[in-house]
């Protein structure tokens, strides 16, 4: 057990090391850098940049030197815990993300809460009764989510907000709470924005684990154990939770690992639609304006989740199924 | 157990988010101002000013007979009562600027909310509420008006400006603002060798040095006449300063301060001038993107009050600030400004939630009915000043190929080519119908006519044919006319979204000249990729221009000269090769090019409104109206340009340009929440 965690998490450190190499590769390739990006935004407005001053910018970013120089400058200072400096926004990258960071994880695990008690209880529901009224009315919503892409979605709640809530856009909260103290009025505007992202980031999720979760279930509902079980006069609820959900949990702990990534890599596109204050939207402007420390910061976060989170199924698999467990026991 | 758990949690969630939904913005406005009855730009009572909506205080208190009493903004009540801040009279110089408000004495308190893209981007219009420079752009956008500087005077032939500031006036932090501020910017910024390699435009073709009489007086020379200096402050180069705050600065400059270079690399930066370029920047908004920016004291209405987030910016009332109305309440009466980042595309609902008090850079015009609709809900206004023009069109008289070349520089094509556009079908499809088909021109300049305005415009694609025929381009078989050479006449237009706006300008205009027979191959690249080639001379096309809306065009006449730009060239680059040469490399222009370079040289130096300056002006428009190389689409287009209905105070926009730096000429500072 132990010497497999300890494998798992050597590849995984592996694998963080190459994504950074990618990711370093990937924030270099587009044409120009962000000396011409930020030219570029001056002169949109009107202002006159001269060739010396770019010049002078660039040697003073250090996009003069070779590409391998400048990711083992990089990289060297990721071990110290420098993150680098956003040129955009003036400041360390460490600090441009740790304003977002926390709303981001929010959402986050707001949307896997949500996931996964939706998709559970009605998955349920629907295996149980088979075939009702609610069962349909459950399998069709869950088709119309797995199949409208996210960001449609996300744009078709945000026009009802604003036509009949008046719900502000952009942002996680009411104008009078941006930058307010935390309180309880704050909080309570929180939860009436962040409905909308979880919603919207969940949807698919839910549908998907919704399905599994009442295709297993039926499965185990058919099978002998159960019906012995009842025949030994266990009450029924009793029964159906202690054995056969037990049973049918399994697939859905598995897939915690994508859930989260899934999450994570919806997220900028949502993030962008809604305007919201977590690293998403970050994440494609800090692209676009070639801000690449900003930008390759982001891409190991985003990368890391995704490989934690698998990191973190494989374990909890590890945990839940005996099976698995006894398996690599006996390999060791 | 675990079911409970899971249901409370779920009905705890559904609950917060019913109950807590669709709060409404409920800012308030406190109003303490002393509301009484005063002159205004609506009711004067009789007060005459010498320039428009604003007047000394000497001149009004003698005008009314009574001294006047000031009044402070109550939001720093509980700094003065602490002792933190001085009171109101203290705080203001000894002779304030007194505004007429356009309609009422104001009231104080509320937040203006603002949008912008993101750092840098789209900010100039929210850095144009606080704005604060020696003069400034009146409403009429003519007259330039004393602002920082109480006044000004000129020497005869326009090589010497000495400035008079208002004595007791008060950076932000509360230090006192003179001669010395403007001292400093210009012998220790402008001039100085490490800041500046070379001296930033359009300082550079005058050279200027400085000369300090006294505290509140200071002397500007010019080695060249520079008549267009005022232009410049009070237009656009009204996003940058002619002072800096020297007692904050010095410390992180080496003349002042020997160790400056040890102390920048101490504290993680290259040299002193990197450490020095965070609190000091050319373009000012760039100062207060960063979180230095808190620190860095202004003379602005607002300054930065928080650290930035990468969310948004807010700017709090100063309470040094040099206005006050005519009832002696301080300005600015709305204590703070807000600006958001937000994406471009979600401006349209924010503006129709209304959150938005004013908003006009950046707009598309195709937002403009879904935006009407609503002003309603939105509780706003809309206002369609001028403030864009259609995207223009340069053909490369230099381009490599020589069939190509011959074409271009034959006056004909361009005439051509200008006939085939359907201006007004181009105006309903792409602009709504709000623009006005015109040729590039100046737009607000006294020397322009309609004839000049109108040439060209019509839409005669017969017209076109016979020109294009006269030139020898014999229709070929597959409807596209032939070059010399017998190849089909194929231009290689590639374009950038930033200077055509939608792609659905080029498709167009390549529909009409399809029709002439001149074939055109779209392809859409990006800005640094399109100057780029502007720079290697390989660009067909190009539409990055701008035609200025100024009031005499004199502090940008590089616009209408070849290469028709400053930063990079965008047409004719082998002629210029040839004049920073002195004929050397590059290759000797055509003689209109050479007659339009004459009239430049002597034009920085010409007096707005002089003979001289009329007879000189008419040439440049005649010189190129008539070889047509900048082929301009629509002008006065509308910006459009949303106004809160919370807003008092607020005028009619005349034009909201970025050459008028946006709302700087509308005086924000007398702006208040209703």
């Known amino acids: 057990m132990l010497e497999l965690f300890v494998r798992r998490l050597g590849t995984t450190l592996v694998t963080m090391f190459l994504l950074s190499i990618v990711a370093f590769i990937l924030i270099q390739l587009p044409p120009g850098d962000f000396v011409d990006s930020y030219a570029g935004k001056k002169t949109q407005g009107g202002v006159v940049v001269t060739q010396d001053e770019l010049d002078a910018m660039r040697s003073r970013l250090g996009l003069d030197r070779p590409v391998y120089q400048q990711y083992a400058i990089w990289m060297g200072n990721l071990f110290k815990g420098d993150m680098g400096f956003s040129w955009e926004y003036h400041r360390p990258v460490k600090d441009v993300i740790a304003e977002r960071l926390s709303m981001t994880l929010i959402l986050a695990f707001s949307t896997l809460i949500f996931t996964y008690i939706l998709a559970i209880i009605i998955g349920i529901y629907s295996a149980v009764r088979q075939y009702s009224i609610g069962d349909n009315v459950a399998t069709i919503i869950g088709y119309v989510g797995l199949a409208t892409p996210g960001f449609l979605f996300a744009l078709i709640l945000m026009f009802l907000g604003q036509k009949w809530f008046g719900v502000s856009v952009g942002g996680l909260f009411s104008l009078e709470f941006q930058g307010a103290p935390w309180s309880f ?29 009442r295709a297993t279930l039926l499965d185990e509902l058919n099978k002998m154990y159960v019906t012995s079980a009842r025949s030994g006069g266990i009450p029924e609820f009793k029964l ?20 989260l990534s899934k999450i994570v890599s919806g997220a900028p596109i949502i993030g962008i639609v809604l305007s919201l204050p977590t690293l998403g939207p970050l994440y494609v402007n800090s692209l676009l304006s070639q801000d690449m420390y900003l930008a390759g910061a982001l891409i190991l976060i985003f990368c890391s989740l995704v490989i934690i989170g698998t990191f973190i199924s494989d374990i909890l698999l590890m945990i839940l199924d005996p099976r698995l467990r006894m398996g690599k026991a006996d390999v060791k | 157990m675990k079911k409970k758990l899971i249901v409370i949690l779920l009905s705890l969630f559904i609950a917060f988010s019913v109950f807590s939904g669709g709060q409404k913005d409920t800012t308030k406005t406190s109003s303490t101002a002393v509301a009484v009855a005063a002159p205004t730009v609506a009711n004067s009572m009789g007060i005459t000013t010498e320039f428009p909506q604003q007047l000394e205080l000497a ?29 109101v009279d203290k705080r203001l110089p000894e002779e304030p600027l007194v505004v007429l408000p356009y309609n009422e004495i104001g009231k104080y308190g509320g937040k203006l909310k603002g949008l912008s893209i993101s750092y840098e981007s789209g900010t100039t219009e929210i850095m144009a509420w606080r704005q604060a420079n020696l003069v400034r752009f009146s409403d009429d956008l003519s007259t330039i008006v004393p602002n920082v500087a109480k006044s000004w005077k000129w020497n005869k032939d326009f090589t010497e400006i000495t400035f008079s500031l208002r004595k007791g006036h008060k950076w932000s932090d509360g230090e006192p603002f003179n001669a010395d501020d403007i001292v400093f910017y210009i012998n220790d910024i402008l001039l100085n060798k490490d800041i500046h390699k070379v001296i930033p435009s359009p300082w550079n073709a005058a050279v200027p040095s400085v000369e300090k009489i006294n505290d509140v007086t200071v ?144 707009m598309s015009l195709t937002d403009f009915t879904i935006l009407k609709e609503n002003e309603k809900k939105g509780n706003y206004k809309i206002q369609l000043p001028a403030g864009q023009v259609g995207p223009p069109i340069i053909f490369n008289q230099t381009t490599e190929d020589p069939a190509l070349r011959k074409i271009y ?191 430049g040289d002597e034009w920085a130096s010409v007096i707005p409104g002089s003979a001289r ?38 005028p009619k926009w005349k034009i909201n340009s970025t050459f008028f730096a946006y709302s700087y000429p509308y005086r924000a500072d007398q702006w208040f929440i209703k």
Not at chain 2, 69 to 79: I, Q, S, T, V, Y
Not at chain 2, 288 to 316: C, D, M
Not at chain 2, 464 to 484: F, I, Q, T
Not at chain 2, 529 to 547: G, H, M, P
């Open chain 2, 409 to 599: 520089s034959d006056v004909r094509f361009r005439y051509a080519m200008s006939l085939a556009i359907n201006r007004k079908e181009l105006n309903n499809a792409l602009f709504l119908g709000l623009g006005t088909p015109l040729q590039a021109m100046p737009l607000n300049v006294p020397y322009v006519t309609d004839s000049d305005r109108k040439f060209m415009i019509d839409y005669d694609p017969a017209k076109a044919n016979e020109l294009l025929d006269e030139m020898g381009l014999k229709m070929g078989p597959n409807g596209v006319r032939l070059r010399s050479d017998g190849k089909e006449l194929t231009v290689l237009w590639e374009y950038t979204i930033q200077y055509v706006g939608t792609p659905n300008f080029p498709a167009l205009i390549s529909e009409y000249w399809g029709k002439v027979g001149v074939k055109v191959l779209l392809k859409e690249v990006n800005t640094q990729l399109t100057r780029d080639k502007q720079k290697a001379n390989t660009l067909d096309i190009t539409s990055e221009w701008f035609a200025p809306y100024e009031p005499n065009m004199i502090s940008s006449p590089d616009l209408f000269m070849p290469p028709y730009a400053a930063a990079w060239p965008i047409m004719g680059l082998p002629w210029m090769d040839w004049k920073t040469s002195n004929g050397a490399s590059g290759e000797k222009p055509p003689a209109w090019v050479l007659d339009l370079w004459e009239i």
């Open chain 2, 219 to 362: 002397k500007i020379k010019f080695e060249n006449a520079f008549p267009g200096f005022l232009y410049y402050l009070g237009g656009n180069g009204s996003t940058f300063d002619a002072f800096a705050p020297k007692h904050f600065l010095k410390k992180y400059h080496i003349k002042y301060n020997p160790n400056a270079n040890k102390e920048a690399i101490a504290a993680g930066y290259d040299n002193w001038v990197q450490q020095f370029g965070t609190y000091w920047n050319k373009w000012k908004d760039a100062i207060v993107a960063g979180p230095e920016g808190v620190k860095v004291p202004t003379l602005e209405s607002h300054y930065l009050v928080q650290e930035p987030t990468t969310q948004n910016r807010l700017f709090i009332a100063n309470p040094y600030y040099f206005k006050v109305d005519t009832a002696g309440n301080q300005l600015p009466y709305i204590n703070y400004h807000y600006e958001r980042f937000l994406e471009k595309q979600l401006w349209p609902l924010e503006i129709m939630n209304g959150n938005v008090d004013e908003k006009a850079q950046s």
């Open chain 1, 240 to 259: 159906l939770m202690r054995y056969p959900v037990r049973m049918a949990l399994n697939p859905i702990a598995s897939t915690l690992g994508w859930e």
């Open chain 2, 613 to 650: 300056y009329m007879e000189l002006g008419k040439e440049i428009i005649k010189i190129n109206k008539d070889n047509l190389s900048v082929i301009g689409t629509l002008g006065d287009i509308p910006l459009l340009t949303i106004v809160s209905e919370r807003l008092g105070n607020t």
């Open chain 1, 185 to 213: 009025a704050k909080l309570m505007n929180l939860f009436s924005h962040l409905w909308v992202p979880v919603v919207v980031l969940g949807m698919a999720g839910t549908a998907f684990q919704l399905r599994t979760m």
């Open chain 2, 59 to 87: 001149d009004y208190e003698k005008q009314t007979g009574e001294k006047l009493k000031f009044n402070g903004n109550p939001l720093f009540a509980d700094k003065e009562s602490s002792g933190a801040l001085q009171p």
